[in-house]
């Protein structure tokens, strides 16, 4: 799953260009989120859209479209769990 997402964004998910797969961002937001800090979907959540708008010198309503384009990507989580089982008695 991980392999085709990032094949279909043309990224790789350990990199700050992984931001490129929402709309509005290029290379030149990338290297200013990067800047701040943001490099990850999951460090874009914990921003403010007034604070993505002033970073990229954007006007209102740019933040709040980015973060509702970031809100339609799925979270996925995996948890695996390993139970011991006695052996059967002879």
């Known amino acids: 799953m991980l392999l085709n997402r990032c094949l279909q964004g043309r990224t790789w998910n ?3 260009t992984i931001l490129r797969q929402l ?3 290029g290379s030149a937001y990338v ?3 990067a800047f ?3 490099k990850t979907f999951e460090d874009l959540r914990h ?3 007034h604070e ?3 970073w990229c010198n954007r006007s209102t309503p740019f933040g709040q ?3 509702r384009e ?3 990507i799925p979270q996925y989580e995996l948890t695996i769990a390993k139970e011991s089982q006695a052996p059967p008695s002879p």
């Open 23 to 25: 709309r509005g961002i």
């Open 52 to 54: 993505v708008e002033l």
């Open 31 to 33: 290297r200013v989120l």
């Open 14 to 16: 350990d990199t700050s």
């Open 65 to 67: 479209n980015l973060l």
């Open 70 to 72: 970031l809100d339609r």
């Open 47 to 49: 921003v403010q859209e």
């Open 36 to 38: 701040r800090g943001v």
